[in-house]
DNA sequence: TTACGTATGTTAGTTTTCCTAACATATGAT
DNA sequence: ATCATATGTTAGGAAAACTAACATACGTAA
């Protein structure tokens, strides 16, 4: 009766993780090759995807809505996955990180600016 | 963080589910055939199941690894859908519910005294 | 302003996966 | 010996996915 489904089986294709993120191909291929996320292959190379892997693309679809970029993004996982190390403490100069982070703040802020707008738009356009 | 997944939501591919369930793609088709499942297809017809449709192909495969036949595989179905009415008493007549009933027991009968002959093995070649 | 980097779109050409339909076959029942 | 059932196999075609390259919008830096 049960399947025995676990969350890092490669379960999913492209097209399904396409629909279930409402991202495209292009980003899907563009975050791995960030190696944000490392899907299966088949033998014929095609990307097999994990319940996993959906909900880090979710994460990153938010941050990057966020206004949080690529090396940002990269951080978070990497503190996630060892919180015990300092931010960028790795393969980033100290100069580097503050200049990311520099850039985070203010992008953020304009993002959220915006979504703030939006809301307010939303009260009278729906 | 939680991509809520249904288990009827069409997300896995032929060559998945065949993993799945150690079929062959002509094995599932003709289940389907049979309407035994109704995966559902794609915009380009491709079929797309669901885990509900995995767990119904394996108890399909158990249940023909005990002897049963489409008929009788067709039967159980249809009175876990609604065990109200009689087994047989839509499609078939009474004739041949008593004929595939017939065929039943002793194919299944069959199938149990050879399962049990391997076991006895077992206990030698193991 | 111009130049640049980042994230994504788009396109072309190719390979893999899946489809249907038809024919083949092993096995058990009649 | 014939027949039905479940499955294998093959051919030809279409959809989905791949890589690689070029295009572009937008924000930032010089």
């Known amino acids: 009766m049960n399947s025995e489904i ?12 396409m629909q279930l993120t409402e991202l495209t191909a292009r980003q899907i291929r563009y975050y791995e090759e960030h190696d944000l996320i490392q899907p299966h292959r088949t033998e014929g190379n095609r990307r097999m995807f994990s319940l996993n892997d959906v909900d880090t693309l979710l994460e990153i679809k938010d941050m990057l809505e966020q206004g949080v970029n690529m090396a940002g993004i990269k951080k978070v996982f990497a503190m996630k996955n060892d919180p015990t190390i300092q931010a960028g403490a790795k393969e980033i100069t100290d100069g580097e990180l503050r200049k990311i982070l520099r850039e985070e703040m203010r992008q953020a802020q304009r993002m959220q600016r915006t979504s703030i707008r939006q809301g307010d738009l939303s009260r009278f356009y729906q």
């Open 6 to 17: 676990r969350r890092t089986m490669p379960l999913l294709s492209m097209s399904i993780v």
